[in-house]
């Protein structure tokens, strides 16, 4: 018996298949669009899909133009800690935060946006990043009885790695198939990130074992 087969009881969370991280976009993940055949793979055996989608307003506190004289990655202090200065993105009602058009999934139940508070940056799809604001996603999926989240998507170092760690430190069976996830590697952070879910016992598993 395959002990990663899909049951009723799980949901594959998909993270920020968004244009603006796709070839092309302006934080685009190297190779970010090689998801989304993966992705639509995996879908076709999950009852429960849920996504998550990055919605910032103009001149978020997270973007690098809200911060005159500093470089894109460049990393500010904030009311809630550090946080990375990245190019402008996913700025809601442009064609950068849609979702790519490819993803075939219309049965996703849910779609998680996140990110929209403007000094809140959030990579999780359970807490922002002031680590106390939540989304709700983990009370949705305890109402619907589902305790095996599946994470796939954008990007495995930052919102698939923050969405994994506290998926299970809320209880979550978590899983992350790294196939169907690209990483931006930023300065080691996918090794850190690795280490990190690793520790906190998440599985890394390939879409094969799915």
């Not at 359970?126 to 989304?135: Q, W, Y």
């Amino acid at each position: 018996m395959n002990e990663f087969a899909p049951t009723g009881a799980d949901v594959l969370l998909v993270v920020d298949v968004q244009n603006d991280f796709l070839p092309g976009g302006s934080l685009a993940v190297t190779g970010g669009d090689a998801v989304i055949p993966a992705i639509n793979a995996l879908a076709v055996r999950f009852a429960n899909i849920v996504m998550t989608q990055d919605w910032h307003p103009a001149g978020h506190a997270s973007f690098v133009s809200a911060h005159p004289g500093r470089a894109a990655f460049d990393t500010v202090e904030l009311g809630y800690g550090p946080q990375v200065l990245w190019p402008d993105h996913c700025v809601q009602r442009t064609k950068g935060a849609r979702l790519a058009d490819g993803l075939a999934l219309e049965k996703a139940q849910l779609v998680i946006r996140k990110g929209y508070h403007a000094g809140i940056d959030s990579y999780s799809a359970f807490l922002e990043a002031d680590r106390v604001t939540p989304t709700g996603l983990g009370s949705y999926l305890r109402e619907r009885r589902l305790g095996r989240v599946f994470l796939v998507g954008l990007a495995t170092d930052y919102c698939v790695a923050f969405s994994a760690l506290d998926s299970a430190a809320v209880g979550f069976e978590t899983l992350v198939v790294e196939d169907a996830c690209r990483a931006i590697d930023l300065a080691g952070s996918l090794a850190a990130a690795k280490a990190r879910l690793s520790q906190a016992g998440v599985r890394l598993i390939g879409s094969a074992q799915v």
